[in-house]
Nanobody, 123 residues
Framework: VQLQASGGGAVQAGASLKLSCVVS????????MGWFQQAPGKEREFVSA????????YYADSVKGRFTIFRDSAKDTVYLEMNSLTPEDSAVYYC?????????????????WGKGTLVTVSS
């Protein structure tokens, strides 16, 4: 299984970006998906996840109301729509996938990881 994330870039505060994560080697219908971020000098942190069985989406408190995770099963792609970006959102964003993300905000729940896409937000 391979994950390819894209869509990052350099934007100004208040702008929007949509990250994409294309999954190959397995259908996302059998995977729970997540997004994590890692800012320079910091640990990787949970951003958002979805659970395919319940249809529930989860968000870190810092992004609630601004970010939206959704998937297109026909394209085996999961997206992270990011609005009202702030400099604090600057990080490398990683998509992750696993068979079951009961502990959705924990890295150990995800077996597969993409290489990350860089988001830089300037003030």
């Amino acid at each position: 299984v391979q994950l390819q994330a894209s869509g990052g870039g350099a934007v100004q505060a208040g702008a929007s970006l949509k990250l994409s994560c294309v999954v190959s080697g397995r259908t996302i219908n059998n995977l729970d998906m997540g997004w994590f971020q890692q800012a320079p000098g910091k640990e990787r942190e949970f951003v958002s996840a979805d659970n395919r069985r319940s249809g529930t989406m989860y968000y870190a408190d810092s992004v609630k109301g601004r970010f939206t995770i959704f998937r297109d099963s026909a394209k085996d792609t999961v997206y992270l729509e990011m609005n009202s970006l702030t400099p604090e959102d600057s990080a490398v964003y990683y998509c992750a996938a696993g068979p079951r993300n009961t502990d959705y905000d924990m890295e150990y729940e995800y077996d597969y990881w993409g290489k990350g896409t860089l988001v830089t937000v300037s003030s």
